[in-house]
């Protein structure tokens, strides 16, 4: 009976410590939400994103709260967030596949990418293995502007989700009937947009009040009409006078260089004529020369022969004197 009784007692003490274990890991883990999740901007965290229905999810639930047990050794908070409580905080982190685990130290965000193991989860804060982790850009930080606009179109698409749920189970709404409201909604919503947005430009950038309209008689639509008149008179004129000084222009330069071309044409035959004249000249004089030689030359030939003559003839012969 005695060893029944220590068996039984000990077996209430495992139990008991379990129990403590577990109210221990549970109480470790911090549930983070929309309203809360700025706390992980602060010191070093552990911050698992998961749902209820992954299978996944489900397996490391155990290891997660026996790693949050030692939170307290290791000096940082453990954390978890449920995407389908809080649609906006998926978006802000761009989870796209569960579990997701992130690394935070002082709002430097980095993805844990290792085995899901608690072991692997201690070396990795103990050796700081995080640091030769790449950090989140900054265009893609959680804490940035820009993110959180993300994490409010998430928010609208899971109402849009829980609207369409609505429409189709509880009114019995056929799918594409339920696609037929919201193209409608977003047809109307649109509109209104627009609508609101030119009150606020015109409201901004108000329109120029017209000035007040002459009054204008038969009179007053002569005049203007002979106003009118003058005014388009004058400026035919003026354009007439400037074709008639352009066309002036023209004609004189053309006058002018006609006249040059035909005063270099002049010259151009005077000097030809001159250059004839000249070799005219040399051409005559040559040929004088040639005929004054020809004539010099037959006068000295008919002198030869004279001479000849005289001399062959008898009477010449008589008159010369005999030589002894």
């Not at 978890?80 to 796209?96: H, K, N």
């Not at 995080?130 to 899971?158: G, H, N, T």
Request: net charge negative; charged share 35%.
């Amino acid at each position: 009976m005695a060893t029944d009784r220590r068996r039984y007692t000990l077996l209430c003490s495992l139990v008991l410590l379990q129990l403590i274990i577990q109210i221990k890991a549970k109480s470790s883990v911090i549930d983070l939400n929309e309203d809360n999740w700025h706390q992980m901007l602060e010191g070093e965290w552990m911050v698992e994103f998961f749902a209820p229905w992954c299978p996944a999810c489900k397996a490391l639930k155990p290891i997660w709260e026996d790693f949050a047990t030692w939170s307290t050794d290791l000096a940082i908070s453990v954390g978890q967030v449920d995407v389908t409580s809080s649609p906006g905080l998926s978006g802000r982190f761009m989870v796209t596949a569960l579990p997701t685990i992130y690394h935070v130290k002082e709002g430097v965000f980095r993805q844990y990418r290792g085995s899901r193991d608690k072991d692997e989860f201690m070396s990795f804060v103990e050796e700081r293995r995080w640091e030769a982790i790449e950090e989140v850009p900054a265009w893609k930080s959680p804490a940035s502007l820009q993110m959180s606009v993300v994490s409010q179109f998430f928010k609208l698409s899971m109402v849009l989700r829980s609207v369409h749920s609505v429409l189709v189970e509880d009114y019995g709404l056929p799918t594409w009937g339920s696609y037929l409201v919201f193209a409608l909604a977003t047809i109307l919503v649109g509109a209104l947009l627009g609508l609101i947005l030119v009150c606020v430009i015109d409201f901004v950038f108000p329109p120029k009040a017209p000035g007040p309209a002459p009054v204008v008689t038969s009179a007053g639509l002569k005049a203007d009409d002979d106003e009118e008149d003058l005014v388009e008179d004058s400026e035919v004129r003026m354009e007439d006078n400037i074709q008639e000084d352009t066309t002036k222009e023209e004609t004189l330069e053309g006058e002018k260089s006609d006249k040059e071309v035909e005063q270099e044409d002049e010259d151009g035959e005077e000097e030809e004529e001159e250059e004839d004249e000249d070799e005219e000249k040399a051409q005559s004089e040559s040929e004088d020369k040639e005929k004054d030689n020809s004539q010099a030359e037959d006068g000295k030939d008919t002198n030869a022969e004279e001479d000849k003559e005289s001399k062959s003839s008898p009477e010449v012969r008589r008159r010369r004197p005999r030589k002894d």
